[in-house]
């Protein structure tokens, strides 16, 4: 270039290119070359290739910088909302990432070993493969009514065919079933051990699970394949009698479980509304093993003969003899 005109600035190469004499870099204010130096550089983004606009007044210049401000804004909110479809990331993923590196940085600040840790980390990746549909969180925001009708025709009638509940009238049970939260096991996974005191009632509604005292199988428990909308209480003892858990159970080793759960807190209140209802399920309990509120025999000619009937093995009349003196 020319050396009179200087370092080739946007402002010189248009007046050398356009030969404007109304935009003589020698004579333009700042404010002129920084408003041409401006279009120079927005008008490639924002023309799309038709750069080779030529003004030759000074309004010309500054409109034309707004055009250009003002379109470069639109493409970013074309191109911006554009991306925010095609490379969208998931919440739910998103979420999980999160809680993943909150799970990694729990155990690093405890020195966890390594197979501890992998048991975390196998137990909270189970939960997001189960719990990646998000029903939880839209049952959650129904109204109670609704509530109440999804929860019923998920599990009302699985709860009238649990034995403990038998008797118990339709406005108790519809309380139980909007309380019930679904709960996924890991196979192999322990419930609870023997000995453990219990906050909750769980049903077991998909899979196996495994009774034991020690380590001998003294159960296997599962919903009946034969009986639609079956399953199996599990805890009842503890739970209702206020007693140490009788039993380790576990889940199968060839699949997980699926429960139905009431916590401790959920049966408080529905018990405070319906205190009759307990004295029925203690009945239940004491037919189930046979003997009666006072801690008399029943005969299997009662009228609860099928509860009565139950035939009970060796450790299980000791650990219900137990019960029956307290």
């Known amino acids: 270039s020319d050396p009179a005109w200087g370092l080739p600035s946007w ?19 700042d404010a002129e070359k920084y408003a041409l130096a401006s279009y120079m550089a927005w008008s490639g983004v924002s023309s799309l290739g038709y750069a080779s606009i030529v003004f030759s007044t000074r309004l010309e210049l500054f409109f034309a910088v707004i055009i250009c401000v003002i379109q470069i804004i639109f493409y970013a909110f074309v191109l ?13 993923t998103l979420q999980y990432k999160e809680q993943m590196k909150a799970v990694d940085d729990y155990c690093d600040r405890r020195s966890l070993p390594g197979h501890l840790r992998q048991r975390i980390q196998l137990h909270f990746e189970f939960q997001q493969r189960k719990n990646a ?35 118990c009238n339709h406005q108790f049970l519809n309380q139980v079933v909007i309380a019930l ?73 060839f699949g ?9 807190a959920s049966n408080d209140e529905i018990m405070a509304s319906y205190p009759e209802q307990l004295d029925i399920i203690v009945q239940n309990l004491l037919r189930r ?38």
């Open 11 to 29: 402002v010189m190469q248009f007046a050398q290119s356009t030969l404007q004499d109304g935009f003589d870099p020698i004579t333009n204010t």
């Open 80 to 92: 911006g909302t554009l991306f925010h479809y095609l490379v969208r990331v998931d919440e739910t």
């Open 133 to 167: 549909s998000g029903k939880d969180r839209v049952f959650g925001r129904m109204p109670h009514t609704l509530k109440l009708r999804v929860a019923s025709a998920q599990y009302f009638k699985r709860m009238q065919q649990v034995w403990v509940f038998a008797g």
């Open 181 to 253: 939260k679904e709960r996924h096991v890991m196979p192999g996974q322990t419930i609870f051990q023997m000995g453990d005191g219990s906050r909750e009632l769980m049903f077991c509604i998909i899979g196996t699970l495994h009774s034991r005292k020690g380590d001998v199988l003294v159960s296997t428990i599962r919903p009946d394949p034969h009986v639609p909308s079956s399953c199996q209480v599990v805890g009842e003892i503890a739970f209702y009698l206020g007693v140490q858990q009788p039993y380790t159970v576990s889940a199968s080793n």
């Open 256 to 264: 997980d479980v699926t429960l139905l759960v009431l916590s401790g």
């Open 289 to 326: 093993f046979g003997i009666d509120k006072n801690g008399m025999e029943l005969s299997v000619q009662d009228g609860n003969s099928a509860m009565a009937a139950l035939v009970l093995d060796e450790d299980e009349r000791e650990e219900f003899d137990v019960l029956k003196e307290n």
